[in-house]
């Protein structure tokens, strides 16, 4: 009798060690995934290069590639060879509600890491650093953000650029007149139309939209630098399983020297949809971010001397 009760008891033990709930247990986002066999990937239609759209209407683009390996981590870290994979556009406007709510696991747009956002989401380390600065016709002969009184002003609602150039009217006493596109390509089309003198954006996303415009040539970033903002992946505040592991994906990319890589395919090489490059070489604060990685705020990068 005492032979089988401590049998059973070896075999209720055993049990137990292999089963889920008293092995590390999942939380947050790995749950989720492990649950559904999805992850949902916010994604961006014209944010150039770190995610859009190609000619095909997939969703391409430098974050893209990078979220691309944070869900390869994930599969191996739940031993699931199959995720589904879902994008879900967003919009400046709803890309943080979206990861708040539980729609979206990871956004892999354009967005800025800075303090206000960090009480709402957290940010894996950067992964691109941009300087918010305007695009112009070079026919205007506008060159400073002086010369913008009195004159229309594109930015896309939603985005940093909105309070900066309130901050620098204040600041300067310029009297521009702000107009909005919902989207980045929209706030394009209204410089590209004259409904605006200037677009005030990333410097990055305007490089893009400059390169894939209809005519290339006639387009200038021109301006003061109104901001140093670091862009990274954004995912679910209090998930330190999947920031760690997100972090930890970021951080080998950098250590083996393939983000220097992804840098030159899309930065630095012709890409969809026609083929342009944008000869955009990285930044002096990128190439030491990729030696110390960070998740340091914007507001890290602009502290008055």
């Not at 559904?36 to 974050?63: A, C, F, N, V, W």
């Not at 009217?169 to 009297?175: T, W």
């Not at 030491?288 to 890290?300: G, R, T, V, Y």
Request: include cysteine; charge should be positive; glycine fraction near 6%.
């Amino acid at each position: 009798m005492k032979f089988w009760s401590r049998l059973s008891l070896l075999l209720v033990a055993g049990w137990l060690a292999a089963t889920p709930a008293f092995a590390e247990e999942l939380t947050g986002t790995l749950k989720k995934v492990k649950e559904t066999g999805t992850i949902t990937m916010g994604i961006r239609e014209s944010s150039y290069p770190l995610s859009y759209l190609d000619d095909k209407q997939q969703p391409i683009g430098y974050h893209i590639d990078i979220c691309n390996r944070i869900v390869d981590a994930v599969r191996r870290e739940l031993k699931m060879p199959v995720i589904r994979v879902q994008h879900q556009p967003v919009t400046s406007q709803n890309r943080i509600p979206l990861v708040t709510n539980g729609t979206v696991d990871l956004e892999c747009g354009s967005t800025t890491n800075n303090e206000a956002r960090a009480k709402q989401v957290a940010f894996v380390d950067t992964t691109f650093v941009t300087n918010v600065r305007m695009a112009v016709k070079k026919k205007s002969g506008i060159t400073s953000l002086s010369q913008l009184g009195g004159k229309p002003v594109a930015t896309t609602s939603g985005t940093t650029s909105v309070q900066l150039m309130r901050a620098n009217e204040k600041a300067k006493g310029i009297d521009f007149k702000e107009v909005y596109g919902k989207d980045h390509a929209d706030s394009f089309l209204l410089l590209e139309t004259d409904r605006a003198v200037a677009f005030v954006m990333d410097d990055n996303l305007l490089a893009g939209l400059i390169a894939t415009s209809k005519n290339p040539q006639d387009y200038a970033i021109v301006g003061e630098v109104l901001n140093v903002e670091p862009i990274a992946i954004m995912i679910r505040r209090d998930d330190p399983a999947f920031k760690k592991l997100a972090d930890d994906t970021v951080r080998g990319l950098m250590k083996s020297g393939d983000i220097n890589k992804l840098y030159a395919k899309w930065f630095m090489s012709p890409i969809p949809p026609k083929n342009v490059s944008m000869n955009f070489p990285m930044s002096d604060t990128l190439k030491e971010l990729i030696k110390n990685p960070s998740d340091a705020p914007a507001e890290a990068f602009n502290k008055k001397k």
